[in-house]
Each structure stands twice: as structure tokens, then as C-alpha cells.
Antibody, heavy 119, light 108 residues
């Protein structure tokens, strides 16, 4: 059974840092495209970042230079390091597996972890 | 950037009704469109990809159509468990990926 479990969310002050983790079971993260997608309270979905199976990483303009995606193959876990956090980063952060067969699709999702940036 | 506009933003229908949601792209995207269902408090779930292909395990009352700039998601016979917000998504690459604003489906 495929499971993605995100942890690490919480309340953080503006300018602070937080690291999210996504522990995966049922498939190997290093063989897949792993992505983070966020959803601000009451709002729609926004793609944040992806790490390719080959290790390449890409980011949305809104987080470029502040967020870093990485993975630990031995733990089958994907991370999102978030620095210089702003109020507008407040959201539920979902970890998702992406496929790229003609188009980008997110076929497995975690339950999400809430990040609240507030003083 | 390609903008995705969904309409209506919300719809209320009775069990058994046919419900249609539209998604319009600001420029042509061929058939590179997906639909997701997000139930309250849950993560999104992939329903349709490549505009009209049904994801494995998704009930056949869901269908998608369209190409170019105009797309539709149809629920042929609304069920109580279909209460959710539906999102369209386009992208043939991560850097151009965008979601629509969502359509909330309510049961009368």
C-alpha cells in the first residue's frame, strides 16, 4: 500500500525556518518525481517544488531562493527546507508523487501538514 | 503564464443530477489537462488526465472532454459522496504548471 506521511508543520514567526518531511512507503522516492504542493487556508492549490529521480530540483518563483527540496534515499523520505518564511507561506503543504508521461500528474498525495507563519 | 479559469465557482445540485464544470485555459494546451477532486479536509485525488482518461478506480459517472482551451468535467449522476471541490490542472512541465481556482459542488 502506498502511503505518504508529512510531518514538521507548525507555527513559526516571519523570517523563521522550518523543515518538512515526507516519509514514503510503497514505492521508492529516488525512482520517482517527488513534489510539494501547498494550499493556503480557503484557497486553491499551488505547486511549490519538485525533485527529479536524477536529482534535479525546480521551484515556483514564489519560493525560489528560500525553499530547498531534498531527499534521503536510505530513509525513503523527501524534505522541504523553508527559510525566510513569510505570512503568505501559510498553507497546508502536501507531498505528492508526480508522473511525467506527456503531462505532469500527481497520483499519490499525503494528508498534508499545516504551516502557519505569524507573529 | 497560462491561466486556468473554472466556472462556476460553486454549484448546488440534487442527487442524481448531471453536473458540468468548465475549465478554460488562457492559451491552447492541447489535451494536457487533469481534474482532481478534493473532499473537505482531505488531500486532492486524481480523477481524469489527458482531458478525458479516467484514472484507475474512479467511478465511471465522472468523465472529461475538451481540447485546446476549453474543457469540461461531467458528473453524470451526482452522488452524496461527490460533495467536494474540483480543480483542473494543466502542465506539460513543472515550471508551467497551474491549477484552476476550484469549483465547489454542494448537494441540495
Amino acid at each position: 500500500e502506498v502511503q505518504l506521511v508529512e510531518t514538521g508543520g507548525g507555527l513559526i514567526q516571519p523570517g523563521g525556518s522550518l523543515r518538512l518531511a515526507c516519509v514514503v512507503s510503497g514505492f521508492t522516492v529516488s525512482s520517482n518525481y517527488m513534489s510539494w504542493v501547498r494550499q493556503a487556508p480557503g484557497k486553491g492549490l499551488e505547486w511549490v517544488s519538485v525533485i527529479y529521480s536524477g536529482g534535479s530540483t525546480y521551484y515556483a518563483d514564489s519560493v525560489k531562493g528560500r525553499f530547498t527540496i531534498s531527499r534521503d534515499n536510505s530513509k525513503n523520505t523527501v524534505y522541504l527546507q523553508m527559510n525566510s518564511l513569510r505570512a503568505e507561506d501559510t498553507a497546508v503543504y502536501y507531498c505528492a508523487r508526480a508522473t511525467l508521461g506527456g503531462m505532469v500528474l500527481f497520483d499519490y498525495w499525503g494528508q498534508g501538514t499545516l504551516v502557519t507563519v505569524s507573529s | 503564464d497560462i491561466q486556468m479559469t473554472q466556472s462556476p465557482s460553486s454549484v448546488s445540485a440534487s442527487v442524481g443530477d448531471r453536473v458540468t464544470i468548465t475549465c478554460r485555459a488562457s492559451q491552447g494546451i492541447s489535451s494536457w489537462l487533469a481534474w482532481y477532486q478534493q473532499k473537505p479536509g482531505k488531500a486532492p485525488n486524481l480523477l481524469i488526465y489527458a482531458a478525458s482518461s479516467l484514472q484507475s478506480g474512479v467511478p465511471s459517472r465522472f468523465s472529461g472532454s475538451g481540447s485546446g482551451t476549453d474543457f469540461t468535467l461531467t458528473i453524470s449522476s451526482l452522488q452524496p459522496e461527490d460533495l467536494a471541490t474540483y480543480y483542473c490542472q494543466q502542465a506539460n512541465s513543472f515550471l508551467t504548471l497551474t491549477f484552476g481556482g476550484g469549483t465547489k459542488v454542494e448537494i441540495k
